[in-house]
């Protein structure tokens, strides 16, 4: 794997050679362990420059546009397989045949109640909180609940952890927006897929069952699988990192479900309509774009840009037909906001500031319109992602502890004061 060699020279000091290790597809990366016996580490902010690990679950390539789960691209998992394959898939590196998918989907089934007891955590919460406040508390509460499966040494542990994860996220979402409601909580059906399953649980209610549309349930699956795994972002490094320390699953999951809440990060779908609500109308689109350019003005077009594409996300592209499917099935024709975002979208495209800087609407900017459509409001769109995404934190979570691996723990560059000494209260100025 490491045949190439860098050299590393440092003034007044001997050469330093550290190994090139290549991956199957994508860039090489110098391999700069054996730096810290010079009593030398590396200054690397925001990881632009450090791959943190190794893994065979995604693959990006940024300037092509590429996005791959275990080899298959998004666009073709997206129209060929459904979420709970895509999750096997994740989960195991293999698409199901169709036994092993009709075990797993049986598996993930059994698994969808949560707890009786949990329920009553939620009354500690003001019916008003961020549903992703609630989400935060409730995963991490799951650790409380499963002892039996807390054993993160033991493969069948992992195995059960994240199959009550994948099952059991979709219960906990509609039971947070069920709670912000104040309508009953409604319990899972396993007559259902796991889409239907949760627009039932979100959208039913105990005096009227309606029938899930077969349309909005299979644009409800895609949006899952767009956002089940991209790599080494913030909260999968988040999970990554506590998972190094040997904290349980669930707790891990929870520190995942804040770092996504950011808006630079998952909270980007929420913050996307937001923006779009304050646009208004097409003729103050130009203050808008004015204002994102402005350095002296923290404004960002939300849903545009992206650590790692340079070009345009995949998962937009297919996050755009969806829309365009959905709004057609539920006879929504010129929607307000969707003629916006497209307008939008136009001008920034055109515009030399975005052109220049490679910003491309990313998956965030059309899925807004699509949850906002079936129904979904706002506050609930980052808890849709991160329901989502669990599989893919798991999945990462699973790959780091099946190898050797060792805690997490970068260092710093120092630039406080040097060693002092402490003065008595009545001496210091
Ligand atoms: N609007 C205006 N300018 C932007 C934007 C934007 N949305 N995104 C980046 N820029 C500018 C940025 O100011 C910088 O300009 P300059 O070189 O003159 O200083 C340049 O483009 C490079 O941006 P950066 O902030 O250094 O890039 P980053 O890799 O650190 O940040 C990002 C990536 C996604 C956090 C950022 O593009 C952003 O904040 N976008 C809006 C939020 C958003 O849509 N997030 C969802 C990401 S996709 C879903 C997910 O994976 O969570």
């Known amino acids: ?75 073709q998992l997206a129209e060929k397989s459904d979420y709970l394959e895509t999750c096997y898939l994740l989960l195991n590196g293999e698409l199901p045949t169709a036994e092993q998918k009709a075990q797993f989907v049986s598996t993930v089934k059994n698994h969808t109640m949560v707890h009786e007891q949990l329920k009553t955590f939620f009354n500690g919460f003001r019916r008003d909180a961020h549903p992703m406040a609630v989400m935060c508390g409730v995963v991490g509460a799951l650790s409380a609940f499963y002892h039996d499966s807390l054993d993160i040494n033991n493969p069948q542990h992992r195995e059960i952890s994240a199959v009550r994860l994948v099952a059991k996220m979709p ?115 130009d203050k808008f774009i004015a204002k994102a350019k402005d350095k002296n003005d923290p404004f960002k077009l939300m849903g545009f840009g992206h650590r790692v594409y340079k070009n345009r996300d995949p998962r937009a592209t297919v996050m755009k037909q969806t829309c365009d499917e959905v709004l ?38 059309y899925s807004g319109i699509i949850l906002k459509a079936i129904g979904i409001p706002t506050s609930m769109f980052t808890v849709i992602f991160a329901l989502a995404r669990t599989v893919g934190w798991i999945s990462h979570w699973k790959e780091m502890l099946s190898s050797p691996y060792k805690i997490g723990r970068p260092r710093q560059l120092y630039t406080g004061y040097d060693s002092r000494d402490v003065s008595k209260l009545e001496d210091r100025k």
């Open 1 to 75: 794997m490491a045949d190439k060699k860098a050299q590393l020279i440092i003034e007044g000091a001997a050469p330093v050679e550290l190994p090139i290790l290549t991956g199957t597809v994508g860039p090489d990366v110098i391999d700069v362990r054996s730096l810290t016996s010079t009593g030398r580490f590396t200054f690397d902010p925001g990881f632009m420059s450090t791959a943190s690990c190794e893994s065979k679950i995604t693959y990006i390539d940024g300037d092509k546009g590429i996005l791959l789960h275990r080899g298959y691209p998004i666009e």
């Open 328 to 365: 057609k099935e539920l006879g929504i024709k010129d929607d307000p906001q969707l003629q916006l975002a497209m307008r939008l979208e136009e001008i920034a495209l055109t515009d030399p500031y975005f052109i220049e800087r490679s910003l491309y609407p990313n998956v965030d900017f």
């Open 171 to 285: 219960t906990l979402a509609a039971m947070v927006y069920k709670y912000s409601m104040g309508q009953p909580m409604m319990y899972p059906r396993n007559d259902l897929s796991y889409a239907e399953n949760f627009l039932h649980m979100m959208f039913n209610t105990p005096c009227e069952i309606k029938p899930i549309s077969p349309i909005l349930a299979k644009a409800m699956d895609r949006i899952f699988i767009l956002h089940a795994d991209h790599e080494q972002n913030a909260s999968t490094s988040t999970v990554r990192l506590a998972g190094s320390s040997g904290a349980n699953p669930f707790a891990c999951i929870a520190a995942g479900i804040a770092a996504l809440w950011g808006p630079a990060h998952g909270g980007a779908n929420e913050a996307v309509l937001t923006m779009l609500d304050e646009i208004g109308d097409v003729s103050n689109i």
